[in-house]
């Protein structure tokens, strides 16, 4: 543990080696002694030598989360989320404090829906009722059973959901 009062720089080392610090501007710096880019430089974290990344461990009953926030209070601590729920192993993506994307365990991408129904499924609008699409393609490996679904469904008056364009093959 080192600290250079001239510099203002807390150093942590082992084996003779630096590999952390704590600069004068408060930035954390792990495996280097140079902040990233001016708009991301609070936590700079370098390896050039491999592969790396961070690990967010949590249960398998719970989530880990990046929380994005531009305030101290209300939605503003959680405007932006990227999420990983391990109960149902879905990865979210949220903006404006609420849910805009969501891929299931099966891989289905959900736009303005919480629980895709197909490969590609895309809600807009407020309510149900308001443009909704679809999009399906199987295929069974070794067989000629190839299929697709392409639903468009907008709302054509007041609580008429009729489909307007609808492709439906196997």
């Known amino acids: 543990l080192i600290f250079n009062y001239e510099s203002g720089n807390l150093r942590l080392g082992t084996a003779g ?19 990233g880019h001016a708009a991301a430089d609070e936590l700079t974290i370098e390896n050039t030598a491999a592969d790396m990344g961070i690990t967010l461990r949590s ?3 719970h989530q880990g989360a990046i929380y994005f926030s531009d305030g101290t ?15 149902n192993d879905a990865l979210s ?21 919480t629980s895709p ?17 679809t999009f399906h393609a199987n295929a069974t490996s070794g067989t000629n059973n190839n299929g ?23």
């Open 17 to 35: 080696t630096e590999r952390m610090r704590i600069d004068s501007g408060g930035r954390l710096l792990l495996k280097t002694t140079t902040e």
């Open 93 to 113: 993506i949220y903006t404006s404090a609420s849910e805009k994307m969501r891929i299931d365990s099966s891989g289905n991408l959900g736009l303005g829906t």
């Open 117 to 133: 129904d197909g490969r590609i499924h895309a809600i807009t609008g407020a309510t149900t009722n308001a443009a909704h699409y």
């Open 59 to 61: 249960s398998s009953s």
């Open 148 to 170: 697709a679904v392409v639903k468009v469904i907008s709302s054509r008056g007041t609580g008429n959901a009729n489909p307007i364009f609808s492709v439906l093959t196997n």
């Open 73 to 87: 209070s209300g939605d503003a601590e959680y405007r932006g989320i990227i999420t990983y729920n391990h109960a």
